[in-house]
């Protein structure tokens, strides 16, 4: 083992993902997510039996991760976790490893804010693959199940909100729709397939109004539900008939709401570089329009590779790095928290 070198394992439970990776001075070395499975049948996370499935779950990610990382965790310099936002019984689980295994180890102990975990996944790589990091400062879009917001990132440490959604997000969007035609959950990855076979012009949906930077998306939702009761009663087959259509519409929808408003914020900052974050950037859609965007708009885009979008313990541990490097630690008196804002 190289003495200089950090080691950092970065632990993330704050909805149904149970997830552990280990960085080695910022740079991935293994990445371990168990989805946990349970909740497709109710159609959406039940925050029960999630913070169940992480205590399940927890040892055996923490182990794989190591196993992947070739290190055995005398060799940790740090153990880092999600403090928040999310679901508090989640987080409560892989809190209460990281402090035990903190304490055990004598090792210094690291709080993570999820949703800036999320922005510093565009820096998340591992030796082998080569990406170019965006450059401070620059405006990150994070799109997840559970949070809309443009970012301004000015360094690894530094980041303030420009404007978050007043009510869904834009994954909730997506998932909510995608259950209102069927789809299993979590819809967002089907609605993009079926998207794929659609005319996104086909139909034509409101953009909900919210001021200057913030986001709206429950309005969307509505008029989606209203347009489908309407037309289903002019014709019974009309959403299995029109599938693809009313996906490819209301993605073609969430993206312009998305892009319309990111558009906003490079006007308002005069910023170019662009980062994409948080699982929606796995949309297709979303990846390409942003792509085309930036060489019309001669902005600088990054988006993470996709194991680094969706919920991770590898964006913990990058982010992690940073602050470690300030030797910014906390206590055993931490507790999760679940809303955190920043
Ligand atoms: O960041 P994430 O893994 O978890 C949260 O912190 O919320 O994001 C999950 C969200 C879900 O709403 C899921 O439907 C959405 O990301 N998602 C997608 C796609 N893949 C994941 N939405 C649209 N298209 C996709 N391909
Ligand atoms: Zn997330």
Known sequence: MNKSSVYILGIESSCDDTAAAVSRDGIILSNVVNTQIVHAQYGGVVPELASRAHQQQIIPVVEAALRDAKISKSELNAIAFTRGPGLIGSLLVGTSFSKSLALALKIPLIEVNHMQAHVIANFAHRADQIITQPKFPFICLTVSGGHTQLVQVDGFLEMKILGQTIDDAAGEAFDKVAKMLGLPYPGGPMLDKLAAEGDPLSFKFPHPHAPELDFSFSGLKTAVLYFLQKEKAKNPTFLTD?????????????????????????????????????????????????ASE?????????????????????????????????????????????????
């Open 294 to 342: 930036g060489i019309k708009n001669s902005w600088n885009v990054h988006i993470p590779a996709m194991e680094y979008c969706t919920d991770n313990g590898g964006m913990i541990a990058v982010f992690a790095y940073h602050k470690y490097l300030q030797k910014d630690f906390c206590t055993q008196e931490i507790t999760p928290l679940s809303r955190f804002p920043f």
């Open 242 to 290: 029109e599938l693809s259509n009313i996906c490819a519409s209301v993605q073609h929808t969430i993206i312009a709401i998305l892009i319309g408003k990111l558009k906003l914020a490079i006007d308002k900052t005069g910023i170019k570089e662009i980062a994409l974050a948080g699982g929606v950037s796995a949309n297709s859609g979303l990846r390409n329009k942003l």
